[in-house]
Nanobody, 113 residues
């Protein structure tokens, strides 16, 4: 069974940066497409960034140029580097395999002055 452990969230001011990490187990990590998702207050969970097994990436428009998803196949870890954070990025962030149905606890990111 897939297990997901997100970390790295926190409280930051607008314009600052955070890096989220997610250790994944229970899947064939190297070939699995992985994603970061977020659930903002009052809004359904949405995808943020996707990285395929070979490393191809895709981002939702609102984070393009600010967020970078990456993976370390040796460490079974996927990362989300978030720069120039905005208050509207405030959310609980989750990682998962694309199409995965079991979710971890997520990590809270709050952007506020």
């Amino acid at each position: 069974q897939v297990q997901l452990a997100e970390s790295g969230g926190g409280l930051v001011q607008p314009g600052e940066s955070l890096t989220l990490s997610c250790v994944v187990s229970g899947i064939n990590f190297n070939i699995t497409a992985l994603g970061w998702y977020r659930q903002r207050p009052g809004i359904e969970r949405e995808w943020v960034a996707i990285i395929a097994g070979p490393g191809n990436t895709n981002y939702r428009n609102s984070v393009k140029g600010r967020f970078t998803i990456s993976r370390d196949n040796a460490m079974n870890t996927v990362y989300l580097q978030m720069n120039s954070l905005k208050p509207e990025d405030t959310a609980v962030y989750f990682c998962n395999s694309v199409g995965g149905v079991n979710w971890g606890q997520g990590t809270q990111v709050t952007v506020s002055s």
